[in-house]
């Protein structure tokens, strides 16, 4: 499941700090916005989603916040442990026709 | 593990061939998807099936196609394949609804074209 070859942004943090990771879309017309991880050989996995109607969605240990003004999503990780490591990705969910469209994903690698 | 499987985990051919990719989504799960993940061009949506009808369309091929069978596994068919369609290809479902936004990816089948 790695994305070697693409020009990935990179954030490196220390183990118990804060993670922001950010996002720019293009589509003021998606419903959802969603966040995924995908570890290094493995499938995405779902971390959470907002609404287009929101602001802001809080879950385990991680916020999403939508700023629709400038286009922006961030994904906040709390206590950024080294299991977080991996590339996360944005996505936007638009209807009509139930689309998807994938950003191309920021690694985070987490320093012990 | 998402509970997805899929099947080959590997697959190398040659150009002008055709394969099948199999999925089988989570037990319960209507909606499968099929994402492609190549070097140059990221996670991309191709399609999506709910409940053995074709829901959404994405950048699929009119070389690719698929179908979800009655007991819910689904199939990718790549024809006439070319070196750039090397790629991961990953299956994802989700559940009851026909529009979700939380899916569960399956592990992928890594795809090369010689």
């Known amino acids: 499941g790695e994305s070697v070859g693409l020009h990935l942004p990179t954030l490196s943090v220390q183990e118990g700090d804060n993670s922001i990771i950010n996002c720019a879309y293009s589509n003021s017309a998606s419903d959802y916005f969603i966040w995924y991880k995908q570890e290094s050989g493995k499938g995405p996995q779902f971390i959470i989603d907002i609404r287009s109607n929101m602001d802001k969605r809080q879950g385990q240990r991680v916020t999403v916040l939508l700023n629709k003004t400038v286009k922006h999503l961030s994904l906040q990780i709390a206590a950024t442990q080294p299991g977080d490591s991996a590339v996360y990705f944005c996505a936007e969910n638009k209807t009509p026709g139930n689309q998807f469209y994938f950003g191309t994903g920021t690694s985070l690698t987490v320093i012990p | 593990d998402s509970g997805v499987t899929q099947t080959p985990k590997h697959l190398i051919t040659a150009t002008g061939q055709r394969v099948t990719l199999r999925c089988s989504p989570r037990?319960?799960?209507?909606?499968v998807y099929w994402y492609q993940q190549s070097l140059d061009q990221g996670l991309q949506f191709l399609i999506q099936?709910?409940?053995?009808?074709?829901?959404a369309k994405g950048n699929i091929l009119e070389r690719f196609s698929a179908q979800q069978f009655p007991d819910l596994h689904s199939e990718l068919n790549l024809s006439s394949l070319e070196l750039g369609d090397s790629a991961l290809y990953f299956c994802?479902?989700?559940?009851?609804?026909?529009?979700?936004?939380?899916?569960?990816f399956g592990p992928g089948t890594r795809l090369t074209v010689l």
């Open positions: 037990s319960g799960d209507l909606s």
């Open positions: 994802a479902s989700s559940g009851t609804s026909g529009r979700a936004t939380e899916q569960f």
């Open positions: 099936y709910y409940n053995g009808e074709e829901r």
